[in-house]
């Protein structure tokens, strides 16, 4: 009896789970460009940055003598005497305040304001959401001298809260914006629910739009606190004493005041920088992630 004849198969090889090689090949040469353009980027912006931390440890004569080489010997002192200095100090907690303060107010503020514009119909909606959109155009240098002539009336100069309110006033525009699109992508059919479950408007806001719009708020947050951070004309402007001067009013004075001490200039720009860095680093991901959220959403 003959063996029977079938179709010869080779050996069995198991699935596979990737692209072939040559493709993989072929993307990273694509990328290649990219990486080389984001490397070339890096570059540029960590390089100012290492040389105001070495230049710090440095002497001005050193700077005068060797602007681009290692500090030799290490200036330490530059660095220490600014952490033991009490105006130092002042000027961190004084922007953290203001900086704190006018985040909680332009957020509160805001999404209520956009819970309303988004959430309900009323004659005028669409005009009064217009209106703070042309917000985004209006230029913070003009409202200057105005700005001080309210803030004097009211009897706000050398006070926080003449800093923090302005600013929270001119970050109202674009976080409405933002909360308002994210809030009207919430479902109709939670609010629906969430009234027949017997819950008010506020509380669908509070106990249900809030809790989902939680990326939304970290990244206007995020925004509202680097907008006050960096501040610089609005402070000067308002703090005539140094008891509330700011991180960058601060600056200012210092470079007025040691105008011949460059490496101990370079050393209080480092130190001011640390805590917006070290913040941007913790709060990267939110902000990162609520942009990518509402790019996505629709």
Same mark, same amino acid.
Not at 105 to 132: K, N, P
């Given at each position: 009896?003959?063996?029977?004849?079938?179709?010869?198969?080779?050996?069995?090889?198991?699935?596979?789970?990737?692209?072939?090689?040559?493709?993989?090949?072929?993307?990273?040469?694509?990328?290649?460009?990219?990486?080389?353009?984001?490397?070339?980027?890096?570059?540029?912006?960590?390089?100012?940055?290492?040389?105001?931390?070495?230049?710090?440890?440095?002497?001005?004569?050193?700077?005068?003598?060797?602007?681009?080489?290692?500090?030799?010997?290490?200036?330490?002192?530059?660095?220490?005497?600014?952490?033991?200095? %009490?105006? !130092? +100090? @002042?000027?961190?907690?004084?922007?953290?305040?203001? $900086?704190? *303060?006018?985040?909680? /107010?332009?957020?509160?503020?805001?999404?209520?304001?956009?819970?309303?514009?988004?959430?309900?119909?009323?004659?005028?909606?669409?005009?009064?959401?217009?209106?703070?959109?042309?917000?985004?155009?209006?230029?913070?240098?003009?409202?200057?001298?105005?700005?001080?002539?309210?803030?004097?009336?009211?009897?706000?100069?050398?006070?926080?809260?003449?800093?923090?309110?302005?600013?929270?006033?001119?970050?109202?525009?674009?976080?409405?914006?933002?909360?308002?699109?994210?809030?009207?992508?919430?479902?109709?059919?939670?609010?629906?629910?969430?009234?027949?479950?017997?819950?008010?408007?506020? %509380?669908? !806001? +509070? @106990?249900?739009?809030?809790?989902?719009?939680?990326? $939304?708020? *970290?990244?206007?947050? /995020?925004?509202?606190?680097?907008?006050?951070?960096?501040?610089?004309?609005?402070?000067?402007?308002?703090?005539?004493?140094?008891?509330?001067?700011?991180?960058?009013?601060?600056?200012?004075?210092?470079?007025?005041?040691?105008?011949?001490?460059?490496?101990?200039?370079?050393?209080?720009?480092?130190?001011?920088?640390?805590?917006?860095?070290?913040?941007?680093?913790?709060?990267?991901?939110?902000?990162?992630?609520?942009?990518?959220?509402?790019?996505?959403?629709?």
């Amino acid at each position: 009896m003959s063996a029977p004849t079938g179709p010869t198969t080779g050996p069995t090889t198991g699935p596979t789970t990737g692209p072939p090689t040559s493709v993989v090949r072929r993307r990273r040469l694509r990328a290649l460009p990219v990486y080389a353009i984001l490397w070339v980027v890096g570059v540029f912006m960590v390089t100012p940055l290492l040389y105001a931390i070495v230049s710090g440890f440095k002497s001005t004569d050193q700077l005068s003598g060797n602007p681009f080489g290692l500090p030799s010997p290490w200036v330490t002192s530059n660095y220490t005497s600014l952490l033991g200095s %009490g105006a !130092f +100090w @002042r000027s961190i907690g004084s922007s953290t305040v203001i $900086a704190v *303060g006018a985040t909680l /107010v332009t957020v509160v503020t805001a999404a209520l304001a956009a819970f309303a514009l988004a959430r309900f119909a009323f004659r005028g909606r669409e005009f009064m959401f217009t209106l703070f959109t042309m917000g985004l155009m209006f230029p913070f240098a003009v409202a200057i001298l105005p700005l001080f002539i309210l803030l004097r009336t009211f009897g706000l100069l050398d006070n926080p809260w003449g800093v923090i309110l302005p600013e929270a006033a001119f970050g109202l525009p674009v976080t409405i914006i933002i909360l308002r699109g994210f809030f009207r992508e919430i479902p109709g059919e939670l609010e629906e629910a969430a009234t027949l479950d017997g819950c008010s408007p506020f %509380g669908f !806001f +509070w @106990r249900v739009l809030l809790p989902l719009a939680r990326p $939304a708020l *970290g990244t206007v947050s /995020v925004l509202a606190i680097v907008s006050s951070w960096n501040q610089f004309l609005l402070p000067l402007l308002v703090f005539s004493e140094p008891t509330w001067w700011t991180i960058p009013v601060g600056i200012q004075q210092f470079q007025g005041q040691y105008a011949s001490d460059v490496a101990r200039i370079f050393a209080y720009l480092v130190l001011a920088m640390a805590p917006a860095l070290a913040f941007y680093a913790v709060a990267e991901r939110q902000l990162i992630g609520g942009i990518t959220l509402g790019a996505t959403k629709g």
